[in-house]
C-alpha cells in the first residue's frame, strides 16, 4: 500500500510544476519579439498563417468546438499576474473570461498590459484545485473559478492603444 501511495506521489508532482515551481525558476522574457503597426507581440512571432481571429464571445458561446485546437483569439486584457506577467485574463463585455496562460511559462506580458489583445494558441478547458485557485489568487486574481476556459499561447499581440 505505501509503494502505491509513493508512486501516486511521484507521478502528481510533474503536474503541480506548472502551477508552483515554474515561478521558483528565473523570470520569462517581457521584451517584444515583434513591433507592428497594431501593437506588440511577446511569446514567438505570429504565424504567417494566421487563422480567422475568433472573439472571445464566440469562444464562451461554442468553446466545444474550439476545444484542444490551436486559433487566434481576441478579447479584452482585464487582469495580469503581477508576479511575472506569465497569465493574463482575456474578458468580454459581459464579464465572462478566457485565462490565458504563457506556454511553459517561456514569456511574459508587462505587468500593466491592458486594452485588446489577440492571443495565438490551444484552447482547453482546466478545473483547478483549492490549492491552484489560491496560487493565483496570490499573484493577483480576481476569485477565480474552479472550471476555467484557459488559451495555452504561443503568440499575444497586445494593441497599441488609440
Request: contains cysteine; charged residues 20%; negative net charge.
Amino acid at each position: 500500500m505505501r509503494l502505491v501511495l509513493a508512486l501516486s506521489l511521484l507521478l502528481a508532482m510533474p503536474a503541480m510544476a506548472h502551477e508552483h515551481g515554474a515561478h521558483a525558476e528565473k523570470a520569462p522574457a517581457i521584451a517584444p519579439v515583434q513591433t507592428t503597426a497594431d501593437g506588440a507581440v511577446y511569446g514567438a512571432t505570429l504565424p504567417a498563417n494566421l487563422p480567422a481571429v475568433v472573439a472571445l464571445d464566440t469562444v464562451i458561446a461554442e468553446p466545444q468546438a474550439l476545444l484542444g485546437k490551436d486559433g487566434a483569439f481576441s478579447g479584452r486584457i482585464t487582469e495580469v499576474c503581477q508576479q511575472m506577467g506569465c497569465w493574463m485574463v482575456l474578458a468580454t463585455e459581459k464579464g465572462d473570461f478566457v485565462r490565458v496562460t504563457m506556454r511553459d511559462h517561456a514569456f511574459g506580458v508587462p505587468k500593466d498590459a491592458s486594452g485588446e489583445a489577440v492571443v495565438y494558441g490551444t484552447l482547453n478547458e482546466k478545473v483547478l484545485s483549492a490549492e491552484e485557485i489560491e496560487h493565483l489568487s496570490k499573484e493577483g486574481a480576481k476569485v477565480p473559478a474552479q472550471r476555467e476556459l484557459r488559451i495555452d499561447a504561443t503568440s499575444v499581440l497586445i494593441h497599441t492603444a488609440t
